[in-house]
């Protein structure tokens, strides 16, 4: 299970570039859940990070279902080498709505670069401003031939990943997912005491940014002491369950 830390300038991109985190997320928290930076500070942040074999990925924002726009946005994005292209389908309601979105998303990143993957985001608190269903999700992110599907939250009042889906949801949606050959990431105010949980879930991927941040939310400043810490503990976690499979296969 790797892990995804979202800093949101270009400044705390760099104070935690050597904290082993597996992907660092470029994002624009003041223009809501995966808001979108500005192209010259993603393209800074790449400089910094590509020499030194680190993945990047960069958010499109939360947005409405313009196909147009995604596309351009997507183009753009491309443009600055980030390995992952993520894109939020606030605005979708309907499976083909975030179809044409993420095929216009998939089409303009190719246009650029043939090995950056493309991730398509939806929101697991959907049912609370009539979004699109995880389900819908994972079968649109497929027809359009999407590398990731994830889910996070949309609305950033303190309830968790958890508190929009179940484990069981999450489970499905992992499944399904990856029934239709795409990586699976999980976030959305993910906390320590998640991690056994999404563990026995499994994604491929968790993204995390409050969780790190030195005050009580992702408002305040990214903490370097914080993001070592939950990185270490998730890389001990994998190496603990990863020495436990011989023996529970030999049982």
């Known amino acids: 299970m790797k892990v995804l830390i979202s800093p949101e300038s270009v400044e705390e991109a760099l104070s935690i570039i050597d904290c082993k985190m597996d992907i660092l997320d470029v994002k624009n928290t003041k223009e809501g859940s995966l808001g979108a930076q500005f192209p010259w500070n993603t393209k800074r942040v790449v400089e910094h990070t590509a020499p030194r ?21 997507a183009f753009g994005v491309a443009t600055c080498g980030v390995t992952y292209v993520k894109a939020g389908l606030y605005g979708c309601k309907t499976r083909d709505e975030a179809f044409q979105m993420m095929d216009a998303v ?74 239709h050959g795409m990586g699976v990431a999980l976030a959305g105010s993910l906390k320590f005491e998640h991690l056994d949980m999404l563990f026995d879930i499994n994604p491929d991927l968790i993204g995390v940014r409050g969780v790190v941040c030195e005050g009580k939310d992702r408002t305040s400043r990214i903490s370097v002491e914080k993001t070592n810490r939950f990185v270490d503990l998730v890389n001990s976690m994998t190496a603990q369950r990863g020495a436990a499979l011989p023996a529970a296969a030999g049982n």
Request: glycine fraction near 8%; proline fraction near 2%.
């Open 106 to 179: 998939r089409k303009a990143v190719r246009m650029v670069s043939d090995t950056a993957d493309v991730v398509a985001a939806g929101y697991a608190d959907w049912r609370r401003f009539g979004g699109l269903s995880a389900e819908d999700l994972v079968l649109a992110s497929a027809d359009a031939k999407c590398d990731l599907v994830m889910v996070d939250t949309a609305i950033k009042d303190g309830k968790t990943l958890f508190d929009n889906m179940s484990v069981q949801e999450l489970k499905d949606f992992c499944a399904l997912a990856r029934k």
């Open 53 to 73: 074999g680190i993945k990047t990925s960069a958010t499109l924002g939360d947005l409405p279902f313009k196909p147009g726009t995604a596309a351009l946005a």
